[in-house]
């Protein structure tokens, strides 16, 4: 993690990708599918909408972090459906975000840096759903709100 606090359990952080690559051969064929398609269309009818109604909470916590992951690494011009991705998984509640799903974005999210403008739009979202103290003291409050939020607004 950031600045000294204290990484995640390596067997925790191997969950995640193992969910991670689940969703990735769905998610992925979503994303190049809305790529070719209308921009404009409502996201319900994507490719992408299509698959996040078919998940449960805790699918639907993989596939926002897979995209999530998948944004940070490659973040270009490219991005666009995967972002409006992430932004339709940040704009849902009671996903039932556990403590270390947020730090493991919040981390990802500080190792990809400004040249990701909204690299922490789904980690302050989920953050948000956790109970008060279940985070580390100011570990949410270094992330750049003013990024997350332009996101958010679409």
């Given at each position: 993690m950031r600045?000294?606090?204290?990484?995640?359990?390596?067997?925790?952080?191997?969950?995640f990708y193992d969910r991670m690559r689940a969703v990735a051969p769905a998610a992925y064929g979503a994303i190049e599918r809305d790529r070719a398609d209308d921009p404009g269309r409502p996201f319900?009818?994507?490719?992408?909408?299509?698959?996040?109604?078919?998940?449960?909470?805790?699918g639907l916590r993989a596939l926002?972090?897979?995209?999530?992951?998948?944004?940070?690494?490659?973040?270009?011009?490219?991005?666009?459906v995967g972002l409006r991705l992430v932004r339709e998984v940040a704009a849902r509640s009671g996903l039932g975000w556990t403590a270390d799903e947020?730090?493991?974005?919040?981390?990802?999210s500080y190792a990809a840096g400004p040249a990701a403008a909204h690299r922490f739009a789904l980690p302050v979202a989920a953050a948000a759903e956790l109970p008060p103290g279940a985070l580390p003291e100011g570990?949410?409050?270094?992330?750049?709100?003013?990024?997350w939020r332009r996101l958010r607004a679409g």
């Open positions: 600045s000294g606090r204290a990484r995640l359990d390596a067997a925790v952080v191997q969950g319900a009818d994507t490719a992408c909408g299509r698959l996040v109604g078919s998940l449960d909470p805790a926002g972090m897979w995209a999530h992951h998948w944004c940070m690494r490659f973040y270009d011009d490219d991005t666009r947020v730090r493991w974005l919040l981390d990802r570990l949410v409050d270094d992330a750049r709100p003013g990024d």
